[in-house]
T-cell receptor, first 112, second 111 residues
Framework: EPEVTQTPSHQVTQMGQEVILRCVPI?????FYWYRQILGQKVEFLVS????????KSEIFDDQFSVERPDGSNFTLKIRSTKLEDSAMYFC??????????FGQGTRLTVV | GQSLEQPSEVTAVEGAIVQINCTYQ??????LSWYQQHDGGAPTFLSY????GLEETGRFSSFLSRSDSYGYLLLQELQMKDSASYFC????????????FGIGTKLQVIP
């Protein structure tokens, strides 16, 4: 069964450092999303990406965040200068042209 | 803006039926989805309703009333493995632009 894969599974970084979270969506999917989930809280939308550009972003997705699809398969989320409050689980998800989102297993980001 | 409300916690007995409600306030509503998330895991898709009525998938059913901005997830013949968090999520716009999740309902199934 096709799946969304995310790397790394856990990333520890110092405050102020840049991190790149990587995702390989399902190959024939067209819509890609990043979500985050702070421990014990709800899943929060960050950004959606379609046709090689951002289609929508939330208020959380400020100038410190960026997304790219550098090579047609990977989908990355970059946080330029991490803050303590960026510590969370980050999920990548992809959709085909149906209503079911497939989520990766997430990257746990810990900012120290 | 958008808002979704669902109970934060529900406890039910193994073998019983439980209903998890979700009310929403959104603009550009397209459909209501339900996702299950076990502790430490990723959300997994359970069901989707774009039209009013009941959708049944095995032990799980989902209902939507667009006029009431309300839906629910019904879990029958509860099993211990059903202990998880359940999120309702609204799809907006063309359905693919943005999906907003509720806070999640933590279901505990007890023997």
């Amino acid at each position: 069964e096709p799946e969304v894969t995310q790397t790394p599974s856990h990333q520890v970084t110092q405050m102020g450092q840049e991190v790149i979270l990587r995702c390989v969506p399902i190959s024939n999917h067209l819509y890609f999303y990043w979500y985050r989930q702070i421990l014990g809280q709800k899943v929060e939308f960050l950004v959606s990406f379609y046709n090689n550009e951002i289609s929508e972003k939330s208020e959380i997705f400020d100038d410190q965040f960026s997304v790219e699809r550098p090579d047609g398969s990977n989908f990355t989320l970059k946080i330029r200068s991490t803050k303590l409050e960026d510590s969370a689980m980050y999920f990548c998800a992809s959709w085909a042209q149906n209503t079911e989102a497939f989520f990766g297993q997430g990257t746990r980001l810990t900012v120290v | 803006g958008q808002s979704l409300e669902q109970p934060s916690e529900v406890t039910a007995v193994e073998g019983a039926i439980v209903q998890i409600n979700c009310t929403y306030q959104t603009s550009g509503f397209y459909g209501l989805s339900w996702y299950q998330q076990h502790d430490g895991g990723a959300p997994t898709f359970l069901s989707y309703n774009a039209l009013d009525g009941l959708e049944e998938t095995g032990r799980f059913s989902s209902f939507l009333s667009r006029s009431d901005s309300y839906g629910y997830l019904l879990l029958q013949e509860l099993q211990m493995k059903d202990s998880a968090s359940y999120f309702c999520a609204v799809a907006l716009g063309g359905g693919y632009q943005k999906v907003t999740f509720g806070i999640g309902t933590k279901l505990q199934v007890i023997p």
